[in-house]
């Protein structure tokens, strides 16, 4: 019986050593989101995760029919360096001006009628010919590329990873796994898996769809596009999500409560849009406490 008893002690005193390494690492792991500011589990190094990703967009520019030298692809790319630049002015007056060495933005526009986009981590980007007739103007399309900004700025993909490790691993993490980056790329395949010549990422969770809207809005502000538009295009959105080829609408939340929490966060990005009366903040350092101001206009009452 007192054997019995004794190897019982063990294995709870080993479950609980286990139960506090696995937390303690798991803590030292944490980030934050910008403006945000929800923690976040990231197992995995920047420059690894960068590394995971990069060959997988390499083989997919490669084959996918790229348009070149086009309006609507000069569009594309105007608009996304037009956010990227107001991103990384906020970085630098923000205290985030280390993380801007993860970035190397590419924007690039892909011949298909998929209503799709994606954003791989470090900033590269890709848009989908089909979106455009939705996205209308350059306004329009400032909020599919916000949105995948945001995904590549809050770092969701190094999440989703991390996620998978602890949920498939468990109590190896605190074996040494993480010493060993095996299972991190055989997770990142699985992530970055640009499968067929027009490749998907698994989808997001919903948090990060939420939390890429709400930043999107804000970054395209910044840049001086007017977030007011966002709702007016997931309308569109949700009116083209009968489509098969729908695949940007079809990982996303559902049209209503995008909606609604795009309306909500709305006098936050207003905050940061000049056009809309409101000094334009992405050239001073910007508390995320700050409390939302209450704006009218014609259309919209928050």
């Not at 468990?170 to 640009?194: K, R, W, Y």
Request: overall charge positive; aromatic content about 8%; some cysteine.
């Amino acid at each position: 019986m007192t054997t019995s008893i004794l190897k019982n002690q063990t294995l709870k005193t080993v479950k609980f050593t286990l139960f506090i390494s696995i937390l303690t690492i798991m803590l030292q792991a944490c980030g934050s989101v910008p403006i945000i500011g929800r923690r976040q589990l990231l197992l995995v190094p920047d420059q690894e995760v960068l590394a995971l990703s990069f060959q997988q967009y390499q083989d997919f520019i490669r084959s996918a029919p790229v348009e070149k030298n086009t309006a609507n692809a000069q569009m594309v790319e105007r608009v996304g360096k037009r956010i990227a630049t107001a991103v990384e002015t906020f970085y630098r007056n923000n205290g985030y001006e280390s993380e801007l060495k993860n970035f190397s933005w590419e924007f690039n526009l892909v011949k298909s009628k998929d209503v799709n986009a994606f954003c791989m981590p470090g900033g590269k980007i890709v848009v989908y010919e089909g979106l455009l007739p939705i996205t209308r103007d350059e306004a329009g399309l400032a909020i599919v590329v916000g949105h995948e900004i945001a995904h590549a700025v809050a770092k969701h993909a190094n999440e989703r990873i991390s996620q998978q490790m602890a949920l498939q691993y468990g109590g190896q993490i605190a074996g040494g796994l993480l010493g060993n980056n095996q299972a991190a790329q055989e997770i990142g395949g699985l992530v970055f898996g640009l499968g067929g010549q027009l490749g998907v990422m698994l989808p997001y969770a919903r948090k990060h769809e939420y939390e890429a809207d709400e930043l999107g809005i804000i970054f395209m502000a910044m840049a001086g596009y007017d977030p007011r538009v966002a709702v007016d295009f997931w309308t569109r959105m949700s009116q083209a999500g009968g489509s098969s080829t729908a695949e940007f609408m079809s990982t996303h939340p559902s049209d209503q409560n995008r909606i609604a929490k795009i309306q909500k966060n709305m006098p936050k990005a207003l905050q940061y849009y000049h056009g809309a009366g409101v000094q334009n903040k992405t050239e001073q350092k910007i508390k995320t406490s700050v409390k939302p101001e209450t704006r009218t206009s014609d259309k919209w009452t928050f």
